[in-house]
């Protein structure tokens, strides 16, 4: 009687496995960084360093422009003025150290299907500019899988002070326990006259 009167309740366990699965949640602490070497993660610092939106190869990407939906009024009917930048994760990855080959892997643009990380830009009404555009997201996607792959490093100073306010709040700790082992030690004393 039940399955007659509410028909949506007849969801079969086939139907349910093909509702789309979260992808799982990633945690700060999920990092694979303690797989790389101090030696990799240094390279992988000095590399970021010198990179720059200009100094990405141009050679390893396939750059194709398509119709925009974006801004241009009836010149998005005219020209193709959509940027695609599609590049391969194998060429990519042949470039980039190896410490931040994982978190390239898991950047949002990566198409997993065909293996390729896919940007696309229509901000502008010029084809150069979005090109440009893709090239710079490309080179943000890469910076920010480099800050999250990498930690940071401790400047000397920033350790020096770090040290003083640990030695400090133990100092401040011991004096607190000894006045108040003083404390306890002085009611001990008096005895009942």
């Known amino acids: 009687m039940l399955p007659a009167r509410f028909p949506a309740a007849r969801v079969s366990l086939t139907t349910r496995s093909l509702l789309p699965v979260a992808p799982p949640v990633r945690f700060a602490s999920d990092r694979s960084t303690g797989e790389a070497s101090s030696e990799e993660l ?5 590399w970021l360093a010198h990179l720059h939106a200009d100094t990405i190869p141009k050679s390893i990407a396939e750059l194709s422009f398509s119709r925009s939906s974006g801004p241009g009024g009836q010149n998005v009917n ?6 695609t930048l599609k590049v391969p994760l194998d060429a990519l990855l042949h470039h980039v150290p190896s410490a931040l080959h994982h978190e390239i892997r898991a950047s949002r643009y990566v198409a997993e299907r065909s293996g390729a990380i896919i940007i696309q830009a229509d901000d502008s009404r010029k084809q150069n500019d979005n090109a440009h555009s893709c090239y710079k997201r490309l080179y943000e996607a890469i910076v920010d899988a480099g800050q999250a792959a990498i930690p940071g490093e401790t400047s000397v100073e920033q350790a020096k002070r770090v040290k003083d306010l640990q030695k400090s709040d133990n100092e401040r700790r011991i004096k607190t326990k000894k006045q108040h082992s003083s404390k306890k030690s002085s ?3 008096r005895g009942d006259d």
């Open 42 to 46: 240094q390279t992988a610092r000095k």
């Open 78 to 83: 005219k020209v193709n003025s959509k940027a």
């Open 187 to 189: 009611r001990r004393g």
